[in-house]
């Protein structure tokens, strides 16, 4: 079955579309794991997400699950990794966060209102 060349333009955007995010979203992880992140992958993220916004205005035809369903597991399989990544990276900014705070308490009371005297 062939589709219009309407369909398949609006089908060929999508899946470039898609692309630039599963590319876009893979150089974040593999920034986030080797410690330099792009300074300006957060605005490409934002231009990405007013594509995405924009596409969803006028979705391509729904022949196209089929013919981009691989694409879209690439995407899912590049967020799962990247949101794997900020896990860690979330966790270990805790966890320095509270051995931080815990200097600052201990830096901070001087055992004036402690229940054993300080010598």
């Known amino acids: 079955m062939t ?3 309407a369909d ?6 999508c899946a470039a579309l898609l692309t630039r995010l599963k590319d ?4 974040e992880t593999e920034g986030l794991s ?5 300074a300006n992958i957060a605005e490409t993220k934002t231009h990405l997400l007013r594509d995405l916004m924009t596409m969803e205005r006028n979705p391509p035809p729904p022949e196209a699950r ?6 879209l597991g690439e995407v899912r399989a590049a967020l799962a990794r990247n ?6 990276h979330m966790e270990a900014v805790a966890s320095v ?3 931080i705070v815990d200097s600052i308490r201990k830096a901070e009371s ?6 054993s005297p300080r010598c």
Request: charge should be positive; proline fraction near 5%; charged fraction near 15%.
């Open 24 to 27: 876009t979203i893979v150089k």
């Open 83 to 88: 949101q794997s990544v900020l896990k860690a």
């Open 8 to 13: 398949q333009a609006s089908i060929s955007s």
């Open 97 to 99: 966060s509270s051995i």
């Open 66 to 71: 089929k013919i981009l369903a691989p694409l």
């Open 34 to 38: 080797g410690g330099a992140v792009q």
């Open 110 to 115: 001087d055992g004036t209102y402690s229940r």
């Open 3 to 5: 589709l219009p060349q």
